[in-house]
C-alpha cells in the first residue's frame, strides 16, 4: 500500500508494522520517524543496517520469535536497505509477527525495484516515497515556523536561509532553530545577522572536506577546495571539525585493538553514526594506526595555535595541513 509523504499522519490510524521508507529525502524520513514513531514511544529502539541482520540472519529471526511476554514494545529501524531485505519481509509475514513495528529506510528506487513492487501491493505492508523538496516546500516550512513562533521576520530573509539550506530541510531546521535562539531578548533580526549566522552549506562542505582528510582522498579533497570559496574566518571551524572527528576516530580505534569487528563498533559508537557516514567512517579506521591518530590529534592542537597566531595565512595554513595530511 503507498502512502505519500504528506499523509503521513495516517500512519498513526492504521494498524500496519512493517514500513519502507525510500528515497533521497533523509531530512524529511528523519522528522516523519520521529513524529510518528519516536516521540512518547516508551518500548526499545534498536537500529541495524542492512548487512548486520542478514550475516546473522537466522540468530536476528530467532531473537524476534523468542520475545518474551513481558519484554516492553519494540520498534527496529533498519538503515541501508536493499532488495535482499526482501528475506526478512517474507520471513515476518510468515511468521505473522505483529508486536513488533519495523521501518525499512532505503534510498532511491526503481519502478521495477522488486522491495518496491511488494510493499506498493501488498495491503499489509506501508510504502512511503520521500521525494527531494522544492524551495516552495522549504519556504512553506520557514514561513510557518517564524508565524508559529511568532519571530517578526522579512521574506528577502526567509528567501536567503532557504537558499543556503541546499534543498535540504535537517539544514533549514538547523538554521531556523539557530536563528530562534539568536532572536531571545531581541525584537528583530537583520539580513546582515542572518548572513553571519547561517553558514549551512559551508558547515556541511567542512564537514566533507574533514572526513576526505581523514580518508586520505586527495582527488576529493582538491575538488572541495576549488568549489567552495572558504574564508579565513572558516579555518577554525574546519580544524575543529577535524579534530571533532579524529577523536571520534581514536575512540574507534582503542576499541579496535582489542575487538577486530570494526563493522560492530561503529555500529554500537555512542552518539550513534549515521548510517550514510559509516562507510567513510570504516574507511578512515583502515587507513589510521592508534598510534598515527594521537599524533594527529596533538597536531591539530597545534595547527589551531598556529592560525590564531598567524590569521591572514590561516588559509594557507589550513589548506596545506589538510593536504598534507591525507597523503
Same mark, same amino acid.
Given at each position: 500500500?503507498?502512502?505519500?509523504?504528506?499523509?503521513?499522519?495516517?500512519?498513526?490510524?492504521?494498524?500496519?508494522?512493517?514500513?519502507?521508507?525510500?528515497?533521497?529525502?533523509?531530512?524529511?524520513?528523519?522528522?516523519?520517524?520521529?513524529?510518528?514513531?519516536?516521540?512518547?514511544?516508551?518500548?526499545?529502539?534498536?537500529?541495524?543496517?542492512?548487512?548486520?541482520?542478514?550475516?546473522?540472519?537466522?540468530?536476528?529471526?530467532?531473537?524476534?520469535?523468542?520475545?518474551?511476554?513481558?519484554?516492553?514494545?519494540?520498534?527496529?529501524?533498519?538503515?541501508?536497505?536493499?532488495?535482499?531485505?526482501?528475506?526478512?519481509?517474507?520471513?515476518?509475514?510468515?511468521?505473522?509477527?505483529?508486536?513488533?513495528?519495523?521501518?525499512?529506510?532505503?534510498?532511491?528506487?526503481?519502478?521495477?525495484?522488486?522491495?518496491?513492487?511488494?510493499?506498493? *501491493?501488498? =495491503?499489509? %505492508?506501508?510504502? !512511503?516515497?520521500?521525494?527531494?523538496?522544492?524551495?516552495?516546500? &522549504?519556504? /512553506? $516550512?520557514?514561513? +510557518?515556523?517564524?508565524?508559529?513562533?511568532?519571530?517578526?521576520?522579512?521574506?528577502?530573509?526567509?528567501?536567503?536561509?532557504?537558499?543556503?539550506?541546499?534543498?535540504?530541510?535537517?539544514?533549514?531546521?538547523?538554521?531556523?532553530?539557530?536563528?530562534?535562539?539568536?532572536?531571545?531578548?531581541?525584537?528583530?533580526?537583520?539580513?546582515?545577522?542572518?548572513?553571519?549566522?547561517?553558514?549551512?552549506?559551508?558547515?556541511?562542505?567542512?564537514?566533507?572536506?574533514?572526513?576526505?582528510?581523514?580518508?586520505?582522498?586527495?582527488?576529493?579533497?582538491?575538488?572541495?577546495?576549488?568549489?567552495?570559496?572558504?574564508?579565513?574566518?572558516?579555518?577554525?571551524?574546519?580544524?575543529?571539525?577535524?579534530?571533532? *572527528?579524529? =577523536?571520534? %576516530?581514536?575512540? !574507534?580505534?582503542?576499541?579496535?585493538?582489542?575487538?577486530?569487528? &570494526?563493522? /560492530? $563498533?561503529?555500529? +554500537?559508537?555512542?552518539?550513534?553514526?549515521?548510517?550514510?557516514?559509516?562507510?567513510?567512517?570504516?574507511?578512515?579506521?583502515?587507513?589510521?594506526?592508534?598510534?598515527?591518530?594521537?599524533?594527529?590529534?596533538?597536531?591539530?592542537?597545534?595547527?589551531?595555535?598556529?592560525?590564531?597566531?598567524?590569521?591572514?595565512?590561516?588559509?594557507?595554513?589550513?589548506?596545506?595541513?589538510?593536504?598534507?595530511?591525507?597523503?
Amino acid at each position: 500500500m503507498i502512502i505519500k509523504a504528506y499523509e503521513h499522519q495516517k500512519i498513526k490510524k492504521i494498524k500496519n508494522n512493517i514500513f519502507l521508507f525510500y528515497g533521497e529525502n533523509e531530512g524529511y524520513k528523519s522528522q516523519v520517524i520521529k513524529d510518528i514513531f519516536v516521540s512518547n514511544f516508551k518500548g526499545n529502539i534498536e537500529r541495524f543496517d542492512e548487512n548486520e541482520i542478514l550475516n546473522n540472519f537466522e540468530s536476528f529471526i530467532s531473537s524476534l520469535i523468542n520475545k518474551s511476554f513481558f519484554d516492553e514494545s519494540k520498534l527496529i529501524l533498519v538503515s541501508r536497505v536493499s532488495e535482499k531485505i526482501t528475506k526478512l519481509v517474507d520471513e515476518i509475514l510468515e511468521r505473522k509477527i505483529k508486536d513488533i513495528t519495523f521501518i525499512l529506510n532505503a534510498g532511491n528506487l526503481e519502478k521495477k525495484s522488486k522491495i518496491r513492487k511488494i510493499f506498493e *501491493k501488498e =495491503k499489509d %505492508l506501508i510504502c !512511503i516515497p520521500f521525494y527531494k523538496d522544492d524551495d516552495r516546500t &522549504l519556504m /512553506q $516550512i520557514a514561513n +510557518n515556523f517564524f508565524r508559529n513562533n511568532k519571530i517578526p521576520i522579512s521574506q528577502e530573509i526567509i528567501n536567503l536561509i532557504v537558499e543556503r539550506s541546499s534543498g535540504d530541510r535537517i539544514n533549514l531546521n538547523n538554521e531556523l532553530n539557530k536563528i530562534s535562539l539568536f532572536i531571545i531578548n531581541k525584537e528583530k533580526i537583520t539580513i546582515n545577522e542572518v548572513i553571519k549566522l547561517t553558514n549551512l552549506a559551508e558547515n556541511y562542505s567542512i564537514s566533507e572536506l574533514a572526513d576526505n582528510c581523514l580518508s586520505k582522498n586527495i582527488k576529493k579533497i582538491n575538488k572541495i577546495f576549488n568549489e567552495n570559496a572558504f574564508s579565513v574566518d572558516d579555518c577554525i571551524l574546519i580544524v575543529r571539525t577535524l579534530l571533532t *572527528k579524529s =577523536k571520534r %576516530l581514536l575512540e !574507534i580505534k582503542k576499541v579496535n585493538s582489542t575487538n577486530k569487528n &570494526l563493522e /560492530q $563498533i561503529i555500529s +554500537n559508537y555512542k552518539p550513534p553514526i549515521f548510517w550514510k557516514d559509516k562507510e567513510i567512517v570504516k574507511s578512515q579506521a583502515l587507513k589510521w594506526s592508534l598510534n598515527d591518530t594521537e599524533k594527529l590529534i596533538y597536531k591539530i592542537h597545534n595547527i589551531e595555535l598556529t592560525i590564531k597566531k598567524n590569521y591572514y595565512s590561516s588559509l594557507n595554513i589550513v589548506s596545506d595541513f589538510i593536504l598534507n595530511t591525507a597523503k
